[in-house]
C-alpha cells in the first residue's frame, strides 16, 4: 500500500509538471522575442486608429494572454472572430483559453468551428483533445492525438500529448515510447527535454507496476 501510494503521488507530481511545460499554451502565439507589454501598448496604438482589424484583436490577445491576463486576452479573441467569424487562429486560442479557464465545455464549439475549417491542422485537433481530457472524454481526446500522428508522425506534439494520457492512464511503457519519439524528433526543444525526464520517472516505476521495459520500436 505504501509503494501504491508513493507511485500514485509521484505520477500526480510527473503530470503536474509536463501539463505545466508551456506546451498548452495559445499554440497561435506571438513571437517569443518580443516583449508583450510594449507589444500590447504597440497594438493598442494601432487599434485606436483601425479598430475594426481582426488580427490587430488577434495579436493583442497573444499579448495579453502572455501577461497572464486571461479575460482581456478572451475578449480580444472574441472581438476577432466577431469581425472575422472564420478566423482559425483566434477561433483556437479562444478554446484553449476557456479550456485553461475551466469552460472545456463551452470551448469544444470553437475547436469544431476551427476543424471544419483547418481539418488537417493537429494544432487545431489536439487542442481540442485537450478539452476533451479535461471533460474525461479519453478515448475521443486520444483519438485525436493519434489522427495528428497519422497526419504529421514528425510532429512532438501529439506524440507528447499521448505520453501524457498514457502515463495518467498508468499505461508506463506506451508513455515511455511515446515521450522517446519526442526526444528522437528534437531532443534540445523544451517538449524533448521535458518528456526525457518524464522518462527517467516512469523508468523507475516499472518495476513496481510489473511491466516490462522495452526499447523503442524501431520507425
Same mark, same amino acid.
Given at each position: 500500500?505504501?509503494?501504491?501510494?508513493?507511485?500514485?503521488?509521484?505520477?500526480?507530481?510527473?503530470?503536474?509538471?509536463?501539463?505545466?511545460?508551456?506546451?498548452? $499554451? #495559445?499554440?497561435?502565439?506571438?513571437?517569443?522575442?518580443?516583449?508583450?507589454?510594449?507589444?500590447?501598448?504597440?497594438?493598442?496604438?494601432?487599434? &485606436?486608429?483601425?479598430? %475594426?482589424?481582426?488580427?490587430?484583436?488577434?495579436?493583442?490577445? %497573444?499579448?495579453?494572454?502572455?501577461?497572464?491576463?486571461?479575460?482581456? &486576452?478572451?475578449?480580444?479573441?472574441?472581438?476577432?472572430? #466577431?469581425?472575422?467569424?472564420?478566423?482559425?487562429?483566434?477561433?483556437? %486560442?479562444?478554446?484553449?483559453?476557456?479550456?485553461? %479557464?475551466?469552460?472545456?465545455?463551452?470551448?469544444?464549439?470553437?475547436?469544431?468551428? $476551427?476543424? &471544419?475549417?483547418?481539418?488537417?491542422?493537429?494544432?487545431?485537433?489536439?487542442?481540442?483533445?485537450?478539452?476533451?481530457?479535461?471533460?474525461?472524454?479519453?478515448?475521443?481526446?486520444?483519438?485525436?492525438?493519434?489522427?495528428?500522428?497519422?497526419?504529421?508522425?514528425?510532429?512532438?506534439?501529439?506524440?507528447?500529448?499521448?505520453?501524457?494520457?498514457?502515463?495518467?492512464?498508468?499505461?508506463?511503457?506506451?508513455?515511455?515510447?511515446?515521450?522517446?519519439?519526442?526526444?528522437?524528433?528534437?531532443?534540445?526543444?523544451? $517538449?524533448?527535454?521535458?518528456?526525457?525526464?518524464?522518462?527517467?520517472?516512469?523508468?523507475?516505476?516499472?518495476?513496481?507496476?510489473?511491466? &516490462?521495459?522495452?526499447?523503442?520500436?524501431?520507425?
Amino acid at each position: 500500500m505504501l509503494v501504491r501510494s508513493r507511485r500514485l503521488w509521484v505520477v500526480a507530481g510527473l503530470l503536474a509538471v509536463l501539463s505545466a511545460s508551456g506546451l498548452f $499554451a #495559445t499554440v497561435f502565439a506571438a513571437d517569443e522575442d518580443r516583449d508583450p507589454v510594449q507589444e500590447e501598448k504597440e497594438l493598442r496604438e494601432q487599434l &485606436a486608429k483601425s479598430p %475594426n482589424d481582426p488580427e490587430l484583436h488577434f495579436k493583442l490577445g %497573444n499579448a495579453l494572454y502572455d501577461q497572464g491576463k486571461r479575460p482581456e &486576452a478572451q475578449a480580444e479573441f472574441e472581438n476577432a472572430i #466577431t469581425l472575422k467569424p472564420d478566423h482559425v487562429k483566434a477561433l483556437v %486560442n479562444l478554446g484553449v483559453v476557456m479550456n485553461e %479557464n475551466g469552460y472545456s465545455e463551452e470551448a469544444l464549439p470553437y475547436f469544431d468551428r $476551427a476543424i &471544419a475549417l483547418a481539418p488537417k491542422d493537429i494544432t487545431v485537433l489536439c487542442n481540442k483533445g485537450q478539452a476533451l481530457y479535461a471533460l474525461r472524454q479519453y478515448p475521443k481526446a486520444i483519438a485525436l492525438y493519434q489522427e495528428s500522428i497519422r497526419l504529421e508522425p514528425r510532429n512532438q506534439l501529439p506524440h507528447y500529448l499521448l505520453g501524457v494520457a498514457f502515463a495518467d492512464a498508468g499505461i508506463y511503457r506506451e508513455a515511455i515510447e511515446e515521450w522517446r519519439r519526442v526526444v528522437e524528433i528534437d531532443p534540445r526543444s523544451e $517538449a524533448g527535454i521535458t518528456a526525457a525526464e518524464g522518462i527517467k520517472v516512469l523508468q523507475e516505476l516499472l518495476p513496481q507496476t510489473g511491466q &516490462a521495459q522495452e526499447p523503442a520500436k524501431a520507425k
